[in-house]
């Protein structure tokens, strides 16, 4: 079965602390963004028939639509794309609908809800995951969000009012490690009032599932450069750089300590109203975890659509050799799409340079090191054995010590604490390759 990613790129402004891929309304003139509008449907339902065509398995596990503002891509324009979809591909067996979306304008999303529920009510299961991001104030500004705390509370009001049975509700957030201090300058985080709602919120059981992520910078957000020649240049001033207001520069004052501070008290919150915890940066309740982060961090083959969106397709047949290359020894392909909109809107979707054809050794890698990211067991150690440092079993056994990881026989799995230290470790049971 395929899974389709599907990324929507125009939000009203680009956020300081994202990497992606944006067409962002607030910075081109209105008639050139419609049109951008109307040019990314079309070549996106292009590209829709051409995976139908080259594809053999035409068979849909789960749709994911990734990251936008509501009112900037219409709503027949959704539509539209999703019945394209539906008229080309084999959904019979179809998991999971998703789609993520900023929280606001709030009678846009309110009205995607409604829309997309009631017309796609035959779906099994349609999740809307949406950009909280955080529920302080000074954050929220911070991060350039059209929203504060007491428009969230009245969006939460409205869904309870309209959530259908097969509806499943994500809330998306981010830690930013952004602390106030107290009166007697003890480091307190954020609002009071607004964690406690957080904590009232998740206790009610309302909301299915959180992702809860640490706030990163990567090449392509607008912080990551503006950090970096402040920590080169010591002596320039943060005054120096354009934004909006002051405050937002407290997203450079931010350490990796009270990021991943912060975020271990949102977690234990979540943890604490009997969400389960399924993937690094993810808990639900239930069965209701996202089938698109499973379908990534358990190597299921996916298709990416859109510019720079990337695909993974083990036992590639060949129908795709005619359009990308495949070696002798290739047991998976992995591409990405152009990154040129002027080449993907002539239909020209790929980005040659960017294929990779992978061996075995290539995909036990991969699936040891997302395996290890979710709550899926590792049942055959000795699978992996070429891959891993040769004593393994002593870092295993002070792992076991530590409360790190559980194993059972030759099965092993990351303990609830392990997860939040992975990044640093993992590299201590793969050999250098």
């Not at 209105?30 to 109307?38: Q, T």
């Not at 350039?144 to 509370?153: H, Q």
């Not at 009232?200 to 020649?229: H, M, V, W």
């Not at 993810?282 to 990337?310: C, P, Q």
Request: charged share 25%; aromatic share 16%.
């Amino acid at each position: 079965m395929l899974s389709l990613y599907i990324h929507i790129p125009f939000c009203k402004t680009k956020c300081p602390y994202c990497s992606f891929q944006v067409c962002p309304s607030d910075q081109m003139k209105s008639e050139s963004f419609h049109n951008e509008i109307n040019n990314y449907t079309q070549s996106l339902i292009s590209e829709i028939h051409h995976y139908s065509k080259i594809l053999k398995d035409k068979e849909i596990k789960s749709i994911y639509f990734g990251w936008w503002t509501p009112q900037l891509l219409w709503l027949r324009n959704i539509e539209k794309i999703i019945d394209t979809i539906i008229e080309n591909f084999n959904i019979e067996n179809l998991w999971e609908f998703s789609i993520e979306m900023n929280p606001y304008p709030q009678n846009e999303v309110l009205t995607f809800v409604k829309t997309l529920s009631s017309k796609y009510v035959f779906f099994p299961r349609i999740r809307f995951s949406f950009g909280i991001q955080s529920f302080d104030n000074s954050v929220l500004s911070m991060a350039w969000r059209d929203i504060m705390f007491p428009g969230l509370v009245e969006l939460f009001r409205e869904l309870q009012k309209i959530k259908k049975g097969n509806n499943v509700f994500n809330l998306d957030f981010i830690a930013f490690g952004y602390f106030h201090k107290s009166k007697k300058w003890n480091l307190q985080l954020r609002n009071q009032s607004a964690l406690e709602f957080f904590q009232n919120l998740a206790t009610t059981q309302f909301i299915d599932s959180y992702s809860i992520y640490t706030l990163e910078l990567f090449p392509g957000s607008l912080r990551y450069y503006q950090k970096d020649d402040l920590e080169k240049n010591k002596n320039i001033s943060q005054k120096n750089f354009q934004s909006p207001t002051p405050a937002h520069f407290s997203l450079l004052d931010s350490s990796d300590d009270f990021v991943y501070e912060e975020f271990a008290i949102l977690k234990d919150i979540v943890l604490d109203s009997w969400y389960k915890r399924y993937e690094l940066s993810n808990f639900s309740l239930g069965w209701k975890s996202s089938i698109h982060n499973r379908v990534y961090r358990e190597m299921w083959d996916y298709v990416g659509l859109w510019t720079s969106a990337s695909s993974f397709i083990k036992n590639p047949n060949l129908a795709l050799k005619k359009y990308l290359w495949i070696s002798k020894n290739s047991l998976a392909l992995r591409w990405t799409n152009t990154l040129k909109l002027s080449n993907y809107n002539k239909w020209d979707f790929w980005d040659k340079d960017s294929i990779q054809n992978l061996t075995q050794k290539d995909l036990l890698i991969e699936e040891f090191f997302l395996t290890l990211r979710t709550d899926v067991w590792i049942n055959d150690l000795q699978k992996f054995s070429s891959i891993l440092v040769k004593n393994i079993d002593q870092k295993l056994d002070s792992y076991i010590q530590q409360w790190f990881i559980s194993k059972i026989w030759n099965w092993i799995k990351l303990t609830d604490t392990w997860m939040d230290i992975y990044n640093d470790i993992i590299t201590e049971l793969l050999e250098e390759i």
